[in-house]
RNA sequence: GCCGGCGUAGCUCAGCAGGUAGAGCAGCUGAUUCGUAAUCAGCAGGUCGGCGGUUCGAGUCCGCCUGCCGGCUCCA
């Protein structure tokens, strides 16, 4: 897996107290340079060989038929599929890093295996490279950096649920902005529903049966309510409000929705992992020949969204669970569809069998972020089960009522998730359009205070977040702290730039931009802005 | 939910083997008026996550709860 390695050993536990002993043990097991011994025996001799050994015993009654391969090094025979190197002395340079449990075949009913996590490589300059990688991600943590640039907090009073902060709202806001440009652009509609539905329509929906554990109730009046945990099924309501002609078709119903999903406590993780979030939602209602098109379309959209930040991302394709709604039919016309429009789209992607939604299969698009982890964010969930439960219907051309096929779409995914991708993916450098602060005038005495006050708010007019800081603090001291609160741009006012009208910009890759005269200033700024700029000095050509 | 680790001032962290809390930064006050990453001085700030227990005495030991972190599982 990666650039990691674990073993699971059933035994009391383990802390990370108990690395140095070991590690101490395996530099012994390297420095011996103990050979690996590839063996190839029958499944009957495999499990005659691990009897007494319950684990081994039950993976290898798993394998199939055939010739088993043990390695063997020292006195140590492990079941592996291989290949090994040639003996431990290969491996130059290795570290144990974390340890954890884990269920037996990752079943929470089965026995918990105390986990051990490694990394292993043929030089030490590898592993100082991989542990630095390591130690860059520690700092780009969204919880330090949100702490630290004031976007957002957490509370005890509502565990897993973000408190965003005035700066972190002006990121989050113009994450929508952009969000709305964009589908607008694309031909989608937004609409808003209720966060709590009563009990009857998530019976209706199918989340009663499927979802329930994950959801948060509440009982008003005597009736039960739920609070709600996905948006589809107040999308349903509103399509049902009237009555719909092909002619209409496709809908693209967007909704920013605000859904709660009570999750495991061990699996909350900063905004990465929330009990309450807002999806980028959207519910396309179509013919079964738009199918292809739509999805095409969405694919579309998500890259183009993407790479508005220089995101990259991969596809991945789920298909029909264990648990699920809708007959055998459904689902493989749903599947098709959706392998369809990824044909169509071209790009390469991944299939998970038996990972699609309860109600469908879908197209997920994941993230990589800054700690290397891969992240789901938009997803395309192909949906021919609500359609029926909520009995949708449209006019044809031949004037007969039709199903209309849905899609459940999102792009950011969650918000608060993508918001937490962003800053890691910036380390906190927000590109000027998105930056919450985009400059800071510095004057340098208190005699150009009131000429400081008369460029701040000449930037304020012309719509930049523009902030004076006034405190009699050392130039130095404010410039520092305008580059560790990366703000965009720097402008220190003195008598040079009030005499000559000009300004003196500092972008966050340290240079100074002397001489900038306010029409020269403005125009790039505001270009920069407009285009959604990545980089960041604004004045390099 | 499960396994492991944590929880001391707004932030980052000290607090040795139980004797009753300390630093830097931030904040406030005053002085300084400075040309591109920390001017100086003073002041103030903590029921040491919560509850209970052991003890003459608990931030330090034990138990429970809660929250966070890393995993398992799950997932937007």
Redesign the pocket.
């Known amino acids: 897996?990666g650039d990691e390695f674990?073993y699971d050993i059933d035994m009391?536990?383990?802390?990370?107290?108990d690395f140095p002993a070991i590690e101490t043990e395996m530099k012994k097991i390297v420095q011996a340079r103990t050979p690996f011994e590839r063996r190839e025996v029958s499944k009957a001799d495999a499990l005659e060989f691990y009897k007494g050994e319950p684990y081994k015993l039950e993976m290898i009654s798993d394998l199939k038929d055939g010739t088993i391969s043990l390695y063997k090094q020292g006195d140590f025979t492990d079941l592996c599929r291989g290949p090994h190197i040639p003996n431990t002395g290969f491996i130059k340079a290795f570290k144990l890093?974390?340890?954890?449990?884990?269920?037996w075949?990752?079943?929470?009913t089965k026995a918990?295996l105390?986990?051990i996590?490694g990394t292993a490589f043929f030089s030490k300059k590898d592993l100082e490279e991989y542990l630095y990688i390591l130690e860059e991600a520690k700092k780009r943590?969204h919880?330090?950096l949100g702490?630290?640039l004031d976007l957002f907090?957490?509370?005890?009073?509502?565990?897993?649920?973000p408190f965003f902060h005035a700066k972190g709202m002006v990121v989050w806001n113009l994450l929508l902005q952009y969000w709305r440009e964009e589908h607008q652009a694309a031909g989608y509609v937004e609409t808003k529903t209720p966060i709590m539905l009563n009990r009857e329509l998530w019976e209706r929906s199918g989340h009663w049966e499927n979802y329930r554990e994950?959801m948060y109730f509440s009982k008003i009046d005597d009736y039960e309510y739920a609070i709600k945990p996905?948006n589809c099924p107040g999308g349903m309501l509103v399509y049902k409000t009237r009555p719909h002609s092909y002619k209409d078709l496709p809908i693209r119903a967007a909704e920013i929705g605000l859904v709660h999903?009570h999750?495991?406590?061990?699996?909350?993780?900063?905004?990465?992992?929330?009990?309450?979030?807002h999806?980028d939602d959207a519910h396309i209602f179509m013919t079964p020949d738009q199918i292809k098109d739509e999805i095409l379309g969405v694919l579309k959209l998500v890259e183009r969204i993407y790479s508005t930040f220089g995101l990259g991302f991969h596809l991945e394709l789920?298909t029909r669970?264990q648990r699920s709604i809708g007959t055998d039919k459904q689902w493989e016309q749903a599947t098709l569809g959706l392998k369809s429009a990824l044909a169509g789209y071209g790009k390469e992607y991944v299939v998970n069998e038996g990972?699609g939604?309860?109600y469908g299969p879908?197209i997920?698009?994941?993230i990589r972020d800054a700690?290397k982890?891969t992240?789901?964010?938009?997803?395309i969930?192909l949906d021919m089960s609500l359609p029926d439960r909520f009995d949708l219907s449209y006019i044809g051309a031949d004037n007969e009522k039709h199903r209309p096929i849905m899609i459940h779409r999102?792009i950011?995914?969650?918000i608060?998730?993508?918001f937490g991708i962003l800053v890691e993916h910036f380390a906190g450098r927000f590109p000027l359009w998105m930056a919450p602060v985009q400059a800071v005038v510095?004057?340098?005495?208190?005699?150009?205070?009131s000429y400081a006050r008369e460029v701040t708010s000449r930037l304020q007019g012309k719509g930049l977040r523009c902030e004076l800081d006034s405190?009699?603090?050392?130039?130095?001291?404010?410039?520092?702290?305008?580059?560790?609160m990366q703000i965009p741009l720097?402008?220190?006012?003195?008598?040079?730039?009030?005499?000559a009208g000009a300004l003196?910009?500092?972008t966050?890759d340290?240079k100074?931009n002397?001489g900038i005269d306010y029409d020269r200033f403005f125009e790039q700024v505001l270009d920069h802005i407009v285009k959604r700029r990545l980089d960041l000095n604004v004045f390099s050509n």
């Not at 075949?105 to 929470?108: G, I, L, N, S, Y």
């Not at 405190?471 to 560790?484: D, F, P, Y």
């Open positions: 897996m674990y009391t536990t383990v802390s990370e107290g890093t974390k340890v954890s449990g884990a269920y075949r990752a079943d929470q918990q105390q986990r996590y943590n919880r330090k702490t630290l907090s957490f509370h005890d009073e509502a565990p897993g649920m994950n996905m999903r999750e495991l406590s061990g699996v909350l993780s900063g905004l990465f992992r929330v009990r309450a979030f999806q789920s669970p990972d939604a309860f879908k997920d698009a994941h700690l982890r992240w789901q964010c938009g997803t969930q999102t950011y995914g969650s608060e998730r993508f510095l004057p340098i005495n208190d005699e150009l205070l405190r009699a603090e050392s130039l130095n001291k404010k410039v520092r702290e305008a580059q560790l720097i402008l220190t006012i003195g008598e040079k730039e009030k005499g003196s910009v500092r966050l340290g100074v002397y």
